[in-house]
């Protein structure tokens, strides 16, 4: 697995509190919102927090999330792109 | 029959006056009260735009003429301001007192001063500890007012001071209080103002509900009281009635912590309920003070939850907020007291900062002051998180 | 003015009720903090909203949920619940994070959930009741204004039955804040209170107490309440309060069994109760709780489920008795409770 893309499974693991998963569990290419995992607004929400804290980038607008924060894949390219 | 309920005081302070009178001129004159902080330390000041009261507590204290002591957290010095005003328009005195209550609503409670001390206590500041419980200002107004019987608070997030007018009414109503003083005070902290800020609700500008360019609320502080009395108990000052409190509900949009139902199940049942109530029909409201935040989420369902319930009878509505910011516990007590000011003068103070409809649900707000119009009947709502959605009916007599 | 406890569940520091062992024996706690006795939560909520809940939303919703099962009642005609505080966790979170990190990166979750009427929300959402949802949260009185408004609510017909609770968590951190204003008797345990009344202090607790009320009683009834009343200051004397709290539900000092007093060890208080027992109650019989939940502003919510128990099976736990006077039958029980002569709230059951 990639390093980057491990590490951000082990973060929303920890983030959004999914205590009873560990990385296996998460798909890298899957839906994380509405099916998948079921996580809402909320999770997003912390998802958006864990961008600036660990990686420094500022989403500024949250509807932009949905896009972001569609799967693992979606997220780490987002970094990679933007750091 | 349930006997009437009347409201024969109010009582305000917010950013945008210290008393009804400087409200109501400043709500005709549409000068608004959000800008860049200036009492209030945070890293936010100069980029959250906030409807603050350009005064300190030790000037609060001083409009109370009580002198500023730690036990005082800022909620219970607005509280104190605005309750002593609805009480004084009364012309109730002492001996009427026993049968009194007060009911108050809050979110932040004495939150103010706890932020600012927690990681600094010493032994003269120490008593923040006691005042940080919603229920203090509470004790503190029934303290200053002299008021011993019945002291409640209520805290149910934005809708929290709708909820108290309701329970003072519903006292009244089972002969249990004869006269209430009820409403709410909240006041700014870095708990709130980050508080909304995580959630990315609060707009870097001023807000503008039902606009389709909105993005978000300013937060505000403030404190209102309504004094609420039975039949029995105003007459012989049947002069003091301001209006009557004709129909009020609570329902829970049941769907989501934060964010209201698509089709604005909790508000749609809050209002029709508070209709049904006052045993009028949709026809009869003549104006809607909306709860009209500017978020995203709240003002498209609430128009849906509007249209779904009037439906051709599209009513006429506004919302304040752009005044005065959301001033979260204090919002359902400031915005009845701008209803009841509406009902009284035939007046419809506009929706500010309203330039086009949103596409999902094209509903348009009152954007000037309008005079001389008829007002017979206002229902004004609050909703607020965990669904908690009220609305109150303010009729004229 | 009265309505039926039909179904109790709680989670408190003498274990989760209903239960065949709830105060078979009392649950001694060493000095300091009475903890709740923890169910397994993930018997009664899902994973998904599990995962983001702080104790006392945990404690809320799954006691209330116990409580529908007690009552085998699937949706509450409405919500009313009492905390004094809310979310003490989450707000301690919250405001950490922000003086911390200095007003940046801050999660939202604790802030949302940090919210007074959190539980009652979260409880909405759970059982889909789109009903009245209120939450009061004045001091030691929340409790008892919030037994009013769903009598209220009951007998004017607009609700079948409705849920009540009571909830409050302590952490740490609240505790050791609370320190700096004397409120506890550091070094006391709970089974030692009493010996300790004439120091400062009481002992800190916590608990989630919920009650399902109607004004149609069942097979599984508990108790009638019949009236509850709070005074912020007292108008005159207690024993005026008292007396006239009875005459309103046409009652006299004579027809009260037992007299439950929320007595805590603090010396600056309990000389509140002694006039009460001195002067009204000489012969009844008195019993306690507070050494049983800790100290916390809705700790009235255990002394209910004391009484509404107590009433249904007619057995008095030993550990609640403080006087000796014999008891044949218990009909009536009256609860008291106030803090620092404030807020003294009254509240009458009969056995049903």
Redesign the interface.
Known sequence: MDELIKKLKVEIIE??????LDIDDIDTEAPLFNEGL?LDS?DA??LI?LM??EYGIKIEDPKKGKEIFYSVKTMSEFITKNQ | MPPKIYVTGIGIISAIGLNVAENFNSLKTLKHGIGKLENFE???SQTLPCGEIKLNNSQLAEILDISISPDFSRTALLGMIAAREALSNTGLTGSEK?NMGVISAT?VGGMDR??ML??S?THEN??F??SH????S??KI?DFLD???????????CSSSI?SIM?GA?MIK?NLLDHVIAGGTDTLS??TL??F???MILDKNHNRPFDKQRNGLNLGEGAAFVVLESEDAVKGREDKILCELTGYA?????????ASSDNG??AF?AMSNAIEKSSLTVEDIDFINAHGTGTINNDLTEAIAIRRLFGEHDPLFSSTKPFTGHTLGAAGAIEAVFSILSLRNNMIFPNLNFSESMEEMPVTPVTKLMENVIIRNVLSNSF?????DSSLIFSAV | MSVFINGIGAITPQGCFPSEDFLKEMNVFEPGRMSVVEPQYSDFIG??PL??MSKIIKMGLTSALMCLNDAQVKKPGA?ITAT???SVEDTDK??DN??DD????????P????????V???I??E?????????????N??FE?ALL?AI?KINSGEFKNILLGGTEEITEDNYN??K??GFWKENVGNSELLKHNTSQGTIAGEGSVFFNLSFEKTGNSYAEVISTK????L?SSLKEALKNFLVSVRLTTEDIDLVLLGINGNVEEDYIYDSAINELFKDTSIAWYKHLSGEY?TSASFALLLAARLLKTQNIPEAIKLSNTPLKEVKNVLIYQQRFN??HSFTLLSKC
């Open positions: 983030v959004l509190n999914l205590e009873d079921g909320i929400l912390e927090v600036e804290k | 945070t890293v936010h026993l979110t706890t932020e927690c990681r206590i120490r008593n500890i006691i419980v919603c229920g203090d509470t004790e029934a008021i011993t019987g019945f002291a409640s608070t209520i805290s149910t997030a909820n329970s519903e089972n870095k708990f980050n508080g800020n995580s959630l609570n329902a829970n949009d049941a769907f989501h912590q934060t199940e909790g049942l607020g998180f965990g669904g908690n | 994973p998904v995962r983001r919500i004094g505080l809310g919250f405001l922000l003086i200095q007003e940046s990166f801050l999660n939202p979750t802030f949302i959930q940090s919210t007074h009427n959190a009652a929300a979260r909405a959402i059982t889909g009741c789109r009903n009245y949802n209120m939450t009061y949260v004045h001091k009185a929340a204004q408004d209220l804040l609370k700096h204003v709070t005074w912020y200051k108008p502003e404030r807020n």
